[in-house]
């Protein structure tokens, strides 16, 4: 039994995989950081600048002791500030086109950081989240697809095929994203609101951070209710059955749905992109291509023009008869 378990373990962590479904996130991880920078954009001196809201001082006190954060180690100057800012800027571009990857990616997870320490007062949990997933974003081959490395690496002779490698680093940020609904169920479990099946009439009503009003009928009380108890049901399914194979993709079809609700009725910044980012993780490296190759088909230039050539696809009937 101790060895079945060992192997599962071992084959789970290890056992190589394509590198699609990292090479996709890093693309999307990217995006979603750089979005973030350009949402604070006009903003960065206000929080992060000598005259700051929130004083380097301030923040020491709540959060005392050495933290992975370069604005301690930079002089007090706005201008320093700023460079940093467009540092970081550049980075996320270079780590989106999948240039020095590996450099790109431990710049993008430093400048977080330093962002999130900084200023502990306007994180929420897609913050938290897009920090721990770019520790292990460094660690995982998210260069060897997709990327302009791969390009380089090709002109320079290198292997035409890319080598599947160990999915460790994918693994552990799936385990974060499956960690932070769990931990979302539990939290929640605590409040009588949630337990009574009241609490989206609180969440749908909080003006200060409404987007768009919900339309009415989805206001009746029995919608709510269900919806309330739906939520919980599905914030427990997103962290235990998702890594089931049969639960998977109706879950993540459950999950975008859910999240794409929320971006609608509340005016959280970026959070529902940040955590949605992360379900490419959980796509088969084949479904993935299959949608990809879907996708392109739907392009004007990629529609087959009248009198052009009949594809392979269409040949299949005859080769098959043969």
């Known amino acids: 039994m101790r060895q079945k378990i060992y192997r599962a373990w071992e084959r789970f962590f290890f056992a190589p995989i394509s590198p699609l479904p990292i090479a996709v996130f890093r693309i999307l991880y990217g995006l979603c950081v750089l979005a973030t920078l350009l949402l604070l954009h006009s903003e960065w001196l206000d929080w992060y600048g000598v005259d700051a809201w929130v004083s380097r001082a301030t923040n020491a006190q709540m959060e005392s002791g050495l933290r992975l954060n370069l604005f301690q180690v930079m002089p007090d100057n706005n201008h320093l500030v700023t460079l940093f800012f467009w540092i970081f800027f550049v ?93 979302s169920f539990l939290w929640k479990m605590k409040g009588d609101t949630w337990r009574n099946g009241t609490a989206l009439y609180y969440v749908f009503h909080l003006n200060a951070i409404q987007r768009f009003p919900v339309p009415a009928w989805m206001q009746h009380s ?77 392009l004007p230039w990629q529609r087959q023009r009248p009198g052009a050539p009949q594809t392979a696809a269409a040949d299949a009937p005859s080769a098959a008869a043969r």
């Not at 460094?138 to 890319?162: E, K, N």
């Not at 999915?167 to 994203?177: D, G, K, N, S």
């Open 222 to 298: 029995f919608l709510l209710h269900a919806g309330t108890w739906f939520a919980l049901l599905l914030e427990f399914s997103l962290g235990t059955l998702l890594w089931f194979r049969p639960f998977r993709y109706p879950l993540l079809l459950l999950g975008l749905a859910f999240h794409l609700l929320l971006e609608y009725a509340l005016n959280l910044p970026m959070i529902q992109w940040d955590i949605l980012s992360a379900y490419v993780l959980f796509v088969e490296p084949a479904d993935l291509r299959h949608a990809a190759t879907a996708i392109l088909g739907l």
């Open 91 to 183: 980075f996320c571009i270079l780590l989106i086109l999948g240039l020095w990857t590996r450099l790109s990616s431990v710049a993008v997870f430093l400048c977080l950081a330093s962002i999130q320490q900084r200023n502990l007062f306007i994180t929420n949990g897609g913050d938290t989240f897009l920090r721990v997933a770019g520790f292990f974003l460094i660690f995982a081959p998210a260069g060897a697809m997709l990327s302009l490395d791969r390009l380089r690496q090709r002109r320079r002779g290198g292997q035409a095929a890319v080598a599947p490698s160990a999915p460790w680093a994918q693994r552990m940020i799936q385990f974060e994203l499956a960690l932070l609904y769990f931990a």
